[in-house]
């Protein structure tokens, strides 16, 4: 499958490029807002896999519109902030193509984290307002601590709830989280649902905060 | 140490008498407001204790008053609703009893399972606002599912995130989760970050209810 990570660069967009080229055959493609960031980057994953014996790994970088046009599955890997305008740039590329919605609004205060929780619900339903109609919108990748994620040298052994209207989609996304070697893909239900999955990300920041030798959570539901 | 599990009859206070009767040498006090339901309950309690070996356990059953009045730390294993009426009924036997707050607000639709996050920003912050003010407010046990916690022959494996301001009770409260077999405390910093612990109880059951073969859910941070 060829995947499309816009804001692939770095964050969790840089974690999921590198575990997808690292353990499965799908075709990578980095989108960025500039062409020749996208693909440095895909230079510099290409180089890292290299090392790793991935000497056939080819990653294209391009602008993210471009990115999309190519892609069967899109992941807007970028900030909550960036999410709406990053889709409308590609709206036009998307047409029935899966778009997954990976991002979570945050704010800190001087007691911790907390989610940010927009008017549409969630950031997972802000990425399907911004959708075209004919696009099906998957949350999930919201859970994944960056850091551990791009570390090919780090197990996993985590969870990622998948929520989605669309079953064939979600089906899809499902397959994609489980190439991941060490990740597990539970059912969520509906998009409406995606609420209680984002505001996870805060505690999970809470709690590696406050108890020594915990960093870089994730989670395991059990 | 003497804990009074008000609303000790069902849910999350059956689950945790037994547990601290079956797994450590604390006093258990089953309260509820009725006396007499509390002592048959105790005595249920006393029973199933016995048979598994434990003939020594003595389970008390009394109206919530009372057992607060014997108790160092009082759990308001109650649901959301019943709170503040519960610790209104209390508060002259707390003083500076360490007060736990396990309860987590929840509203079903057809799309699953929500957390409905109340006006004080959390149901462990109303605990807070009701209780006197030299008792110290703790919030844990959120997460536990109540069934697996109540079958003493179930493993657990999980993770409970304790939040409070006072650190000497939150100390008290996190050795109490631990002297339960499997159960692992974590500290999620102060009271104001109850709120994302909270949410997690409806995401462990819209999981539960979309994944064959998960049922009974708690969570493990790694």
Same mark, same amino acid.
């Given at each position: 499958?060829?995947?499309?990570? #816009?804001?692939?660069?770095?964050?969790?967009?840089?974690? #999921?490029?590198?575990?997808? %080229?690292?353990?499965? $055959?799908?075709?990578? !493609? !980095?989108?960025?807002?500039?062409?020749?960031?996208?693909?440095?980057? &895909?230079? *510099?994953? *290409?180089?890292?896999?290299?090392?790793?014996?991935?000497?056939? /790994?080819?990653?294209?970088?391009? /602008?993210?519109?471009?990115?999309?046009? +190519?892609?069967?599955?899109?992941?807007?890997?970028?900030?909550?902030?960036?999410?709406?305008?990053?889709?409308?740039?590609?709206?036009?590329?998307? =047409?029935?193509?899966? #778009?997954?919605?990976?991002?979570?609004?945050?704010?800190? =205060? *001087?007691?911790?984290?907390?989610?940010?929780?927009?008017? %549409?619900?969630?950031?997972?339903?802000?990425?399907? $307002?911004? %959708?075209?109609?004919?696009?099906? /919108?998957?949350? %999930?990748?919201? $859970?994944?601590?960056?850091?551990?994620?791009?570390?090919?040298?780090?197990?996993?052994?985590?969870?990622?709830?998948?929520?989605?209207?669309?079953?064939?989609?979600?089906?899809? /996304?499902?397959?994609?989280?489980?190439?991941?070697?060490?990740? +597990?893909?539970?059912?969520?239900?509906?998009?409406?649902?995606?609420?209680?999955?984002?505001?996870?990300?805060?505690?999970?920041?809470?709690? &590696?905060?406050?108890?020594?030798? #915990?960093?870089?959570?994730?989670?395991?539901?059990?």
């Amino acid at each position: 499958m060829d995947i499309a990570l #816009l804001g692939g660069t770095g964050d969790i967009g840089q974690g #999921l490029a590198l575990r997808w %080229a690292d353990d499965t $055959n799908h075709t990578i !493609i !980095i989108g960025s807002r500039k062409a020749q960031k996208a693909a440095n980057k &895909a230079e *510099e994953y *290409e180089t890292e896999l290299a090392s790793r014996g991935h000497d056939d /790994v080819s990653i294209a970088g391009l /602008v993210n519109e471009d990115a999309a046009a +190519r892609a069967d599955v899109v992941v807007a890997a970028v900030p909550a902030y960036h999410l709406t305008d990053t889709i409308d740039a590609v709206a036009d590329e998307l =047409d029935d193509t899966t #778009l997954v919605a990976p991002a979570v609004g945050m704010q800190r =205060d *001087e007691d911790g984290f907390h989610y940010n929780r927009p008017g %549409a619900g969630s950031v997972t339903q802000l990425a399907a $307002n911004a %959708a075209p109609d004919d696009t099906p /919108v998957v949350g %999930a990748f919201h $859970n994944l601590a960056a850091g551990r994620l791009a570390n090919l040298d780090a197990d996993l052994n985590w969870d990622t709830i998948v929520v989605g209207d669309d079953t064939d989609a979600k089906d899809t /996304v499902c397959e994609l989280a489980e190439g991941i070697e060490g990740l +597990r893909a539970l059912d969520g239900g509906p998009l409406a649902n995606a609420a209680e999955i984002e505001g996870l990300t805060p505690l999970l920041i809470n709690v &590696a905060r406050h108890n020594d030798g #915990l960093h870089d959570l994730g989670v395991r539901f059990q």
